[in-house]
């Protein structure tokens, strides 16, 4: 980026110097190719670290390649590891959460549990038993309802006066 940079200025300053069109073409000519000698370099260099063109390389070039490699390997390795140390922290912290708000939900479930007994006690206290048929049958009782299926509605009119109509419809076709 700071080669960028230093040939944007250089250029800048080309610029203001070089008013001539033909110098200015020789200059953008010449930027045209550094740029393709570095970016062959780039392609050449990214083919070695795939592994591949190595055949023009010697023993001290590709102990170069292969520190570079193991270098790069290592920062790999390191910000793979931070990734998963903080993904276990976010974890710890989301399972302690849920901890937590289970041991609520359990302090609720206590509550209701123990409001619940308060209420059948203090039901079980004031409801007085009756005598049905011989047997003390107790109002707290279970009591089982179930629905059942609402009713037709009942006509107005008498079937007797439904046929009639019907009678007389027929007739008068």
Do not use: C
């Amino acid at each position: 980026m700071k080669t960028v940079i230093d040939r944007y200025n250089k250029a800048k300053e080309e610029h203001h110097r070089l008013l001539n069109p033909t110098s200015e073409a020789k200059f953008w000519q010449g930027e045209a190719v550094q740029l393709r000698q570095q970016l062959q370099y780039l392609q050449q260099s990214h083919r070695q670290l795939l592994g591949e063109e190595l055949t023009g390389m010697n023993v001290n070039d590709l102990h170069k390649l292969e520190a570079k490699l193991e270098m790069s390997l290592k920062g790999v390795r390191i910000k793979k590891e931070q990734v998963i140390t903080d993904e276990i922290q976010e974890l710890h912290r989301k399972g302690s959460l849920v901890s937590q708000e289970n041991k609520e939900l359990h302090k609720q479930i206590n509550l209701l549990a123990q409001e619940n007994v308060e209420l059948q006690q203090k039901l079980y206290a004031r409801t007085p038993t009756t005598h049905m048929h011989g047997s003390d049958v107790e109002l707290h009782a279970p009591i089982s309802l179930q629905l059942r299926q609402p009713e037709t509605p009942k006509s107005i009119f008498p079937a007797e006066t439904m046929k009639l109509g019907l009678q007389l419809s027929s007739k008068s076709s």
